[in-house]
C-alpha cells in the first residue's frame, strides 16, 4: 500500500511538471536579442579622438564611455527607436535618433567645443568656429 501511494505523488508531481511547460509563456525561456550600437567620438574642430565622453541612449541606463581611442560600444534589448546623447565636458551636447533592428548601428559623433562661465550673474559662452 506504502508503495502505490508513493507512485501516485511521483505521477502527480510529473504532471504537474509538464504541465507548467505548457502554461508558462514561451517567451520567458526565449533568448533576448541584443542590439549593438558602437561608434567613435572626435572633436569637431581637430577630428582628435575623445576620450571619457559619454554615450548612452537616453532615459536608460544603458551607454558606456569612449576609451582612449574615442571607440564606444554598447548592446542594449530595447528594438526601435532611440534617442542617443553624448556628453563631456567643454563640448556641446550631441543627440542623434536612431532605430535599432537586426543590424549594428555605427554611430560616429562629432562633438563641438563649447565653453562658458559666469560673469556678473550672466553666462558668457564661448563657441568654436
Do not use: C, W
Amino acid at each position: 500500500m506504502m508503495m502505490n501511494s508513493y507512485v501516485q505523488v511521483i505521477a502527480v508531481a510529473a504532471f504537474i511538471f509538464i504541465l507548467s511547460f505548457f502554461l508558462v509563456p514561451k517567451r520567458l525561456f526565449a533568448q533576448s536579442a541584443y542590439y549593438l550600437v558602437k561608434g567613435k567620438v572626435i572633436d569637431k574642430n581637430t577630428s582628435m579622438p575623445l576620450a571619457g565622453a559619454s554615450v548612452f541612449a537616453q532615459n536608460t541606463t544603458i551607454g558606456e564611455a569612449t576609451d582612449s581611442s574615442g571607440n564606444y560600444s554598447f548592446t542594449t534589448t530595447e528594438k526601435g527607436p532611440q534617442k542617443i546623447e553624448a556628453t563631456i565636458t567643454g563640448y556641446k551636447p550631441y543627440e542623434q535618433d536612431i532605430n535599432l533592428g537586426s543590424a549594428p548601428v555605427i554611430l560616429n559623433i562629432s562633438l563641438m567645443p563649447h565653453l562658458y562661465f559666469e560673469h556678473n550673474h550672466k553666462k558668457i559662452i564661448f563657441n568654436s568656429i
